[in-house]
T-cell receptor, first 112, second 114 residues
Framework: DAGVTQSPTHLIKTRGQQVTLRCSPK?????VSWYQQALGQGPQFIFQ???????QRGNFPDRFSGHQFPNYSSELNVNALLLGDSALYLC???????????FGQGTRLTVV | AQSVSQHNHHVILSEAASLELGCNYS??????LFWYVQYPGQHLQLLLK??????LVKGIKGFEAEFIKSKFSFNLRKPSVQWSDTAEYFC????????????FGDGTTLTVKP
């Protein structure tokens, strides 16, 4: 049973570019949440997708957007990248009715 | 908005020492509480969780945590640490049955000397 998988594992982008990160949830899970973890800090909630819709959103600008597909996988898009967007981006999957989330290994994004 | 504070940024212990990592949260309503561990190069893993009932929660690898509602605390403990416990530990809280939206502390890095 595969856990949460994220791709790519590492990415280097130039300021102003756009990036797309991908996440496949754990088998049987229907909800995907995205977090940003800056160096030396804990993960911060970006948004959550359920039934292909954004269900909740944290305090992140509109440059951060996402999508959930019918197979429950998800994408995180970040436009107009800033140096400050450099971080580890984590995907967590869960069942909407459950209370335990499982995390992927993350995508390390470096903006130069 | 709720917040989570982890008091110790970096803890260094010798093997067999006892461990206690502090965690306080700022919300007065009903919360679910979690401790996650992140070993070097690995993903976040759930150590233990508290939803309701017995405030002393036992998790994997000999860890336990005690929920003290009056102190808004959920401290993590282990009687005797091992070198393999070297990792980063995160306390997290969410406010309802939505597991996806959790607020995390900034983490405590634990280094266990052999």
């Amino acid at each position: 049973d595969a856990g949460v998988t994220q791709s790519p594992t590492h990415l280097i982008k130039t300021r102003g570019q756009q990036v797309t990160l991908r996440c496949s949830p754990k088998s049987g899970h229907d909800t995907v949440s995205w977090y940003q973890q800056a160096l030396g800090q804990g993960p911060q909630f970006i948004f959550q997708y359920y039934e292909e819709e954004e269900r909740q959103r944290g305090n992140f600008p509109d440059r951060f957007s996402g999508h959930q597909f019918p197979n429950y996988s998800s994408e995180l898009n970040v436009n107009a990248l800033l140096l400050g967007d450099s971080a580890l981006y984590l995907c967590a999957s869960s069942l909407i009715a459950n209370t335990e989330a499982f995390f992927g290994q993350g995508t390390r994004l470096t903006v130069v | 908005a709720q917040s989570v504070s982890q008091h110790n940024h970096h803890v260094i212990l010798s093997e067999a020492a006892s461990l206690e990592l502090g965690c306080n949260y700022s919300y007065g309503g009903t919360v679910n509480l979690f401790w996650y561990v992140q070993y070097p190069g690995q993903h976040l893993q759930l150590l233990l969780k508290y939803f309701s009932g017995d405030p002393l929660v036992k998790g994997i690898k000999g860890f336990e945590a005690e929920f003290i509602k009056s102190k808004f605390s959920f401290n993590l403990r282990k009687p005797s640490v091992q070198w393999s416990d070297t990792a980063e530990y995160f306390c997290a809280v969410n406010l309802n049955t939505n597991a996806g939206k959790s607020t995390f502390g900034d983490g405590t890095t634990l280094t266990v000397k052999p």
